[in-house]
């Protein structure tokens, strides 16, 4: 095993941990104020294909998000794991267009979106990003495989600021954010 890789999983340990100390509560405020702030931004109120995720318990939570998105009539994109080391991107046109996935998560049964050159932003998860744009994922590689797929987009991450740290370790696959928004300004 890697030293870059070592750090890389002790950085996610960290960043658990951190999570931990949060209620739920506390966490759902912050989502609510991330998600406002990504609904004011211009890149997203003059996109017209927008790809973000479904979020898990642990993440930012953007449910709301899609389906406010899909209300004001944006083609909004949805990512399925479709193997161990690949997403493919799907339509999302509602509730119920989700059902559980390879790991247990909501994900879109829609049919496969094949015009990736369309995609004007992406919001992106992730466990930790810095001031630079870099960001950690949890660790398999899905998201740095698909973006090098939608140079075009531009990739807006998302955390709560406790998810910010001074320098996240990085390698060569490793795709960079053009933006991080979280729960504090800055």
């Known amino acids: 095993m890697s030293d870059l890789h070592t750090i890389k999983q002790q950085l996610r340990r960290v960043i658990r941990q951190r999570k931990q100390q949060y209620p739920t509560e506390q966490c759902e405020a912050w989502s609510k104020e991330i998600e406002q702030r990504l609904l004011q931004h211009p ?29 004001e009539g944006k083609t909004v994109i949805l990512p399925k794991c479709v193997d161990k ?57 899905y998201y740095d495989r698909f973006l090098a797929q939608v140079p075009q987009a531009y990739k807006i991450g998302v955390c709560f600021d406790f998810q910010r ?22």
């Open 43 to 71: 890149r997203l109120q003059s996109a017209h294909v927008v790809m973000l995720y479904y979020a898990l318990d642990d993440e930012v939570d953007t449910r709301r998000l899609v389906d406010t998105l899909l209300k």
């Open 165 to 186: 740290v001074e320098q996240v370790p990085v390698d060569d696959n490793d795709r960079v954010m053009d933006e991080v928004i979280s729960n504090q300004a800055r």
């Open 85 to 141: 080391e690949h997403i493919e991107p799907r339509q999302y046109t509602g509730p119920g267009d989700l059902a559980e996935g390879i790991y247990h998560l909501l994900e879109p049964v829609g049919r496969p979106y094949r015009n990736l050159d369309s995609i004007e932003l992406i919001i992106v998860p992730g466990m930790s990003f810095d001031s630079e744009g870099h960001r950690l994922g949890r660790g398999r590689g």
